[in-house]
């Protein structure tokens, strides 16, 4: 079973923001942690059953961003 942290922390991740960071700076004030703390947190959660149940389609949408592979400038490759 999930706290009231760990569920509020995945509603977090579950929301949309118009601005990059925007995630960030609501988990540092909301939570008081860094973004890096904040999403080794979120990862070790949506590997729950807990959390499939809580929010199935947040942690859904959570592991297919964590498997994609980012793309990198081909001209970073140089």
């Known amino acids: 079973m999930l706290s009231d942290h760990q569920k509020a922390m995945l ?8 601005h990059s960071g925007s995630l960030d700076t609501a988990a540092m004030e909301r939570f008081g ?30 592991f297919a961003r964590r498997r994609k592979p980012e793309r990198t400038s081909s001209r970073l490759l140089r």
């Open 11 to 18: 509603d977090l991740a579950g929301e949309k923001f118009k």
């Open 33 to 62: 942690m860094s973004p890096t703390r904040y999403w080794q947190e979120i990862n070790q959660l949506i590997s729950t059953e807990a959390a499939v149940a809580y929010s199935p389609s947040t942690v859904a949408r959570l």
